[in-house]
């Protein structure tokens, strides 16, 4: 019950990284490598599902607080979809409500993304 | 007449290597015994990531990241108290010199870091330390409810 992998693929225009597994402080090191990739391709539109996304600790959430920032200010952003109860939860015990946009399902996000282009034309 | 019966204490002991890819191993042990003990599922959750979270702190704090030292986990359980002590030899740690965060300062600031003590205070009835000659150790209790 250690493996966490990552994969990657398009939404429309928006990039989704898929989680599986368990996301801790040996396996945060591969969202931060992934969270670098994309940014350096600027890609900047970034959706990440959660849907078998077993579990996170803090090292987990800082990488999300690492990368949020840069992400935004060079417009894009970084969206939630499709969390357990159990993630969310966690999630929610640390005010990340506030800061991101976590949504039950990605179609939600992307429609998200998508008119926040349209507004910006 | 009233006759008190003395609730037997259950113990036990898991010793694991400073090391992160360990971690899974405390949490299952910790989950596990959580479980027996009749916590639900939820609380299960809780307790085995506030462990992992101090855990975590003892690795990259206490030990620097060194991979060839020991944490200590010790079960205590008598109902309804579930305490875990977590014990390593490394660097003291002083916990008042870590502010407890304004999370919605915190957010908006866009910090990382220190996110752990405060998820184990949110997560657990009670979390103390206590620096001790040559060890450090945390003490986290759940109540059975």
Redesign the interface.
């Known amino acids: 019950?250690?493996e966490f992998k990552i994969s990657f693929r398009e939404n429309g225009k928006v990039h989704v990284m898929d989680l599986r597994g368990?996301l801790?402080?040996?396996t945060a090191p591969n969202l931060e490598e992934a969270f670098q990739g994309l940014i350096k391709e600027k890609k900047l539109n970034i959706l990440v599902n959660c849907t078998d996304l077993a579990?996170i600790?803090?090292?987990g959430?800082?990488v999300f607080?690492?990368f949020?920032?840069d992400v935004r200010t060079g417009g894009g952003d970084i969206k939630m979809s499709n969390m357990s109860p159990?993630v969310y939860?966690?999630f929610d015990?640390?005010?990340?409500p506030?800061?991101y946009e976590i949504f039950t399902d990605e179609h939600e996000a992307v429609k998200k993304f998508d008119a926040k282009k349209q507004s910006t034309k | 007449m009233s006759v008190r019966v003395k609730q037997k204490v259950t113990k036990k002991n898991l010793r694991i290597p400073s090391?992160?890819?360990k971690?899974?191993l405390a949490?299952?042990f910790v989950a596990d015994a959580a479980k027996v003990f009749g916590f639900a599922e939820?609380d299960v959750?809780n307790i085995a990531?506030a462990v992992?979270?101090a855990c975590?702190n003892i690795?990259?704090h206490a030990y620097h990241y060194a991979t060839d030292k020991e944490i200590d986990i010790a079960i205590s359980m008598r109902k309804p108290e579930f305490e875990i002590l977590i014990q390593d030899g490394g660097n003291h740690f002083d916990p008042k010199r870590v502010p407890v965060p304004d999370?919605?300062e915190?957010?908006?600031h866009?910090?990382?870091?220190g996110?752990?003590m405060?998820?184990m205070r949110?997560?657990m009835d009670k979390v103390e330390y206590s620096i001790q000659p040559r060890r450090n150790v945390v003490r986290l209790i759940k109540y059975l409810h």
């Open positions: 019950m250690n368990y801790d402080a040996h579990y600790s803090s090292a959430l800082g607080m690492a949020i920032e159990k939860n966690i015990l640390l005010g990340f506030m800061l | 090391r992160t890819d971690l899974v949490r299952e939820d959750n990531l992992d979270e975590t690795i990259k999370m919605k915190y957010i908006s866009y910090k990382r870091g996110l752990g405060y998820l949110k997560l």
